[in-house]
């Protein structure tokens, strides 16, 4: 086991194709960490540098008080798993496993020992003398997990590992991976565009977008106090809804104007958007602190109902006034149908604020 670190790392593929832009990231030993975002944000490109598959452009990637540098992929003593397995079809689960072993020229018992060992692990051991080809989706890539186990390395690097699993077969696998992870006490790098395998299975996620580290932070500081306004639409299911308002003062008290209404704010946010002299807010609201309705309510927005879709216990209403769009989840009972008006409330408090400028969150 080893910390990991990045430190001021880029990745230039030259004429203007920047891929990872000064990223300064520390692992701690034993941690467990996603690096989280949409295709095309630097995520993968940077666990390839990692690995050592990709060189970087400059900075310094440190394994302990090690610079890996210039270390090849072999000596860096990191195990990958991928999303297509990259199983040799023309060998037995055992061979597979054991290829790592039989590469280092590990001794046969050994070997068989330690081969038996992972495969009861992962509860593969019945599947030993089977052939990839006579496997599930599930049981592959119990199988590829087991080859980067065996080889007891200091790093665990996975690159999207289920990403192409059914729902079930998805959400099982999460459990059973942080599982086994806690278990091993093994560094671990997890690249995933889904937010909801971040956030189920990370210590800590770094959040990245257009090859710049958004935010570094525990799955609930990432949720609960998202950095900026695209971390805020980014991680959270369904995603928060933003709206463009704007400071005013009314009869001498600061209210938060949208459209033709204006919004009054509790003490605490009325002290932090004054300090913060901001006139120009993203105001955020997620769909659990959103409420809709179609009796009538003093203060509430009119809307119109554009989409609905049921979640099981709850029904999710998009609704539409003016220029804005904004998630709520009602109870199923909610029977408001599409083109139908309906009334829109949350309250100050449950509120997220953003500079209309620059997205980053109003602080504190």
Known sequence: MVAVSFNN???DYGGGAIAVKELNMDVKDGEFVSLLGPSGCGKSTSLRMLAGLEHISSGEIVFGDKIVNTL?????????VFENYALYPHKTIFDNIANPLKQAKIPTDEIKRRVIDVAKLLEIEQLLERRPQELSG????RTAIGRAIVRQPQVFLFDEPIA???AKL??????ELKHLQHKLGVTTIYVTHDQLEALTMADRIAVMNDGVLQQFDTPQEVYQNPANSWVATFVGEPGMSLMEMEMTRMDGDLTLAFGNKTIKLDLKNKARLTAAGKTKLLVGIRPDKASVSQLEIPGAFECQIYSRQLLGADVLVEVEFGTSRVRAKADTSFVGAVGAVCNLTFRSEDMYFFDAEDGKAIPH
């Open 9 to 11: 790392v880029w990745k």
């Open 138 to 141: 599930g049981q592959k890539q």
């Open 164 to 166: 192409h699993l059914d």
């Open 170 to 175: 998805r959400a099982r696998m999460r459990s």
């Open 72 to 80: 090849p992929p072999k000596d860096r003593d990191i195990a990958m």
